[in-house]
C-alpha cells in the first residue's frame, strides 16, 4: 500500500451511479446515501468528505471493462482523465487508438466529431459532476454550518484549508471545460437546490473567474510541500495560473505574457527539481521523493481500481501478443491493443532510440499509421509502466490494474512555458534560455552540454513540448495556441478523416457542448459550427 493522501483520508467508494445529463435539471448535492448532518459533523467527517472530492478524479462507480459504451455503460470509460486524454491525445498526431466499435472513437480519431459523440458528452458531464461534488463541500462549509456542528478553533482553520483545496479542485474542473468548450455550463455553491436550469457563461467570463478564484485561494492554500502528497499546494494555484495565462489568448483574445512567465516563475522558486531520469515520472514509485510532480491524480492498483486513469494508459498500450509480455510493464494479464502514436511523433527527435534523449520510450515496429483500426499501424508508447524504478511489479491480484499516479501539473511544464511566454513577450531572455535547457540537459542525462541549445524558436518550443509532454493530455491545447490545430499547414494522418491527413475547419478549436444539454437547457447555445 503505498499514497499517503488515501493513508491519512477516510475514502469510501463514490456513488457516483450514471452520469447522465448534469445540465438538465441539477441538484446542488450529490445523493451520498448519507446524512449531511452527520458526516459533517466534526472536523474528520469534513476531510473525509473533502477526500471524495480528491477521489473524484480517480474513481468511478462499477467497473465493466467489456463494454463499449462511454458514460452509464463502461464506467472505466467514464473515468475523467481517460476522458479527457481521448479528447486531447487521439484528436492529434500523437495517438490513434484502434477501439472502433467504442463510442465517439473513430470520429475522435478523425477529427469528425458531431454534437453527439459519446466521448464529449462523457467529459462535459464528468467535468460538471466533479463540479457538483466541490460545491456541495464548500456549500456544507460555510462558518454558518461550522458553527451550527460546534466546529471552530484549530478544526475550523482546518476545514478553511480543506475548502480552499476544493475551490482549486473546482477551478480547475473549469479550465478543462473552458479550454475543450468554451461557453459552458456554470454553477456554484450559491446555485439553487433543486431542479433549475443553468445558465450559461461565457469563456471570457468563465477565464476571469478561474483567474480570480485561483488568486484568491493561492494564499489560503498550504505553502509549496506543506501537504501530504496527492494533495494541492499554493504551487498548484500558481502552476495553474501560469496555464491560464499562457493560454488567454485562446481563451479571451488577449495575451497575457508577462503573468505567464510571473507565475511559473513562482513555481521554479519554491523548488521542484526535475527529476534525473525521465521514465521515472511515469512509473509505479513515482509518488516517492517525486520533487518534479506538482500535483498528480493518484492510483493504487489494490485500492484505488479503475479501468480509466494509468491502468487505462499502460493496458492500452500493449498488447498480449507483442513485443515484451504485458508482464514486462507490470500488468501480466492486461494488454488491451488500444492506443498508439502516428510516424508524426518521430519527428520531434533527431535521435528515436533512446540513447541521446532519453525521452522516446517507444517501441517501433511499423512506423506509418495507415490503418485505424489496427494496433500494431504506427509507433507504439512504453511511456507508462506499472512497475516500480527498482523493476517490482505493482499490479493487484487480477494482474490489471496500475498504481502509476498522474502527473498533472509538474515543473518541467513551469520551464517551458516561461520560455515560451517570454520568447512571444519580446525575445529569448537569458533566464529564458536557462529554463529551456534545464528541461533538456535532463533530457540528455545531466549533460550541460549535449542537450544545450544558444536560442530557440516557436516552432522549437511546439516541437520541445510535444518531445517532453506527449502522452500527458497536453497537445490539442499546444496545437491550437500555436495554430496548428485546425486548417492544413499542419498534417497528420487521419487528419480531418483521410489517410493522409487534410484540412479541418477552425470551428472544432472548440468541441460542441453535448447536443442532449443543449436541448434539456433552454440557456445555452450551442458553439458555431455544429
Known amino acids: ?32 446515501g448519507l446524512n449531511s448532518q452527520v458526516v459533517y459533523s466534526n472536523r474528520a467527517g469534513y476531510k473525509s468528505q473533502l477526500a471524495s ?87 456544507q462549509s460555510s462558518d454558518a454550518n461550522l458553527a451550527t456542528h460546534g466546529i471552530s478553533g484549530a478544526d475550523a482553520d482546518s476545514v478553511h484549508l480543506y475548502v480552499a483545496e476544493a475551490r482549486f479542485l473546482r477551478a480547475y474542473q473549469y479550465w478543462v471545460l473552458m ?49 501530504e502528497y496527492g494533495r ?26 508577462a503573468d505567464a512567465m510571473t507565475y511559473s516563475q513562482n513555481v521554479i522558486n519554491a523548488s521542484y527539481p526535475l527529476l534525473p531520469k525521465y521514465q521515472n515520472l511515469f512509473l509505479a514509485d513515482n509518488n516517492v521523493n517525486n520533487t518534479e510532480v506538482i500535483f498528480p491524480i493518484v492510483y493504487d492498483a489494490n485500492h484505488i481500481q479503475t479501468y480509466g486513469g494509468t491502468t487505462f494508459l499502460v493496458n492500452s498500450a500493449i498488447s498480449g501478443a507483442w513485443l515484451e509480455t504485458p508482464a514486462f510493464y507490470g500488468v501480466p494479464e492486461g494488454g488491451w491493443a488500444g492506443n498508439r502514436a502516428t510516424q508524426n511523433i518521430l519527428s520531434f527527435y533527431t535521435d528515436t532510440t533512446g540513447k541521446t534523449d532519453q525521452r522516446p520510450l517507444f517501441r517501433i515496429t511499423e512506423k506509418t499509421c495507415d490503418t485505424l483500426g489496427s494496433f500494431t499501424s504506427g509507433v507504439n508508447v512504453v511511456k507508462f509502466k ?31 512555458t516561461y520560455a515560451e511566454a517570454a520568447l512571444r513577450s519580446g525575445g529569448v531572455s537569458g533566464q529564458a534560455l ?10 540528455y542525462n545531466g549533460s550541460a552540454t549535449s542537450g544545450t ?12 513540448r510535444g518531445r517532453e509532454f506527449y502522452w500527458e493530455g497536453f497537445r490539442r491545447t499546444d496545437l491550437i495556441r500555436f495554430g496548428e490545430f485546425t486548417g492544413g499547414t499542419y498534417i497528420w494522418p487521419f487528419k480531418g478523416g483521410t489517410v493522409g491527413g487534410s484540412s479541418i475547419a477552425d470551428y472544432r478549436n472548440l468541441f460542441p457542448l453535448p447536443q442532449a444539454d443543449v436541448i434539456a437547457n433552454p440557456n445555452l447555445k450551442q458553439n458555431p459550427g455544429y
Open 1 to 32: 500500500m503505498k499514497k499517503d493522501l488515501f493513508k491519512l483520508f477516510t475514502v469510501a467508494a463514490l456513488a457516483i451511479g450514471a452520469l447522465s445529463s448534469c445540465t438538465k435539471e441539477l441538484n446542488r448535492y450529490p445523493n451520498t
Open 53 to 139: 472530492v480528491y477521489s473524484a478524479f480517480a474513481l468511478t462507480s462499477n467497473q465493466n471493462p467489456g463494454s463499449t459504451d462511454v458514460p452509464g455503460g463502461d464506467a472505466g470509460a467514464s473515468d475523467f482523465f481517460r476522458l479527457f486524454w481521448n479528447t486531447q491525445e487521439i484528436t492529434t498526431d500523437e495517438a490513434k487508438c484502434a477501439w472502433l466499435n467504442n463510442a465517439g472513437i473513430q470520429d475522435l480519431d478523425q477529427d469528425t466529431w458531431d454534437r453527439n459523440n459519446a466521448i464529449l458528452q462523457g467529459l462535459y458531464d464528468r467535468s460538471l459532476y466533479q463540479i457538483l461534488l466541490a460545491n456541495s463541500f464548500i456549500a
Open 179 to 227: 479550454d475543450s468548450f468554451g461557453n459552458v455550463t456554470y454553477i456554484d455553491e450559491n446555485s439553487p437546490i433543486g431542479a433549475f436550469f443553468p445558465k450559461q457563461i461565457s469563456r471570457s467570463a468563465l477565464f476571469a473567474y478561474i483567474e480570480s478564484e485561483l488568486k484568491a485561494i493561492a494564499p489560503l492554500l498550504s505553502k509549496p510541500h506543506g501537504v
Open 434 to 443: 536557462t529554463y529551456y535547457n534545464t528541461v533538456r540537459q535532463r533530457a
Open 386 to 416: 506499472n512497475v516500480t524504478s527498482g523493476g517490482i511489479t505493482e499490479t493487484d491480484a487480477s494482474g490489471t490494474f496500475v498504481s502509476t499516479d498522474m502527473p498533472i501539473f509538474r515543473s518541467a511544464e513551469m520551464y517551458l
Open 232 to 257: 494541492v499546494d499554493e504551487a498548484a494555484a500558481w502552476a495553474l495560473l501560469a496555464r491560464l495565462y499562457l493560454n488567454a489568448q485562446v481563451y479571451t483574445g488577449s495575451a497575457r505574457w
Open 453 to 464: 541549445v544558444t536560442s530557440f524558436t516557436l516552432a522549437d518550443i511546439l516541437n520541445e
